[in-house]
């Protein structure tokens, strides 16, 4: 069972939620349409519970994300996590943009759970972003979090507000890097990433 404190805690949380079905409600009126229509109804909640889910990073607590997953390890060789995909949404327009994001570092005297990589993307990626925002988080929280001899991410992203939007090109990509340490100052290094990040073997 919750204890008093712990459920005092939940309730407050909650009611310090802001409650945007009100607003969601005024839009759909804005837009022309009648919110108490069948198909409507229940919208205004659902776009609540749909971007609060997707801004969710601004309450994750970043220590807990990590949760103590780091292993002293006598390995100096690089550590690459490809093809983590995510989903976020554009602070200009608020429509989605979503891709992939690879992430390497070279230890130095400590690993992190590989696991944990994705999760921290996910701290960034589920809030307002652009792009090149996103992509230099994930780097410096890398580098804050391991301290390692150096880190490169590279991020490759298709934007809503350019497809369905704008300039309407359906089929244009955006790429964004963030190298820190040796992989800013060294070129082997630099190389040998986008080397293990376009090769494609066996594993895909």
């Known amino acids: 069972m919750k204890s008093n404190k712990a459920i005092v805690k939940m309730i407050r949380s909650k009611q310090e939620e802001a409650d945007l079905a009100p607003l969601v409600k005024q839009i759909l009126e804005g837009l ?3 919110p108490g229509r069948e198909g409507l109804v229940r919208t205004p909640h659902r776009v609540d519970q749909a971007l609060k889910f997707l801004t969710s990073g601004y309450k994750m607590d970043l220590q807990k994300v990590v949760n103590g997953a780091l292993y002293e390890v006598k390995y100096d060789e690089m550590v690459v996590v490809r093809d983590i995909e995510f989903f976020s949404l554009c602070e200009h327009h608020m429509l989605p943009f979503f891709g992939k994001m690879h992430v390497a570092y070279l230890p130095k005297n400590k690993v992190i759970g590989l696991s944990k990589i994705p999760r921290i993307v996910d701290v960034f990626a589920r ?78």
Request: aromatic content about 4%; proline content about 1%.
């Open 32 to 34: 022309g349409e009648n």
């Open 127 to 204: 809030r307002l972003q652009i792009q090149e925002r996103l992509t230099q988080e994930v780097a410096q929280t890398i580098q804050q979090v391991i301290d390692p001899v150096g880190v490169g991410v590279i991020c490759e992203a298709r934007h809503f507000c350019m497809m369905m939007r704008g300039v309407e090109k359906q089929h244009s990509g955006a790429m964004t890097s963030a190298m820190l340490g040796a992989f800013r100052s060294r070129k082997e290094t630099r190389d040998e990433f986008l080397a293990l990040v376009n090769h494609r073997g066996n594993g895909q």
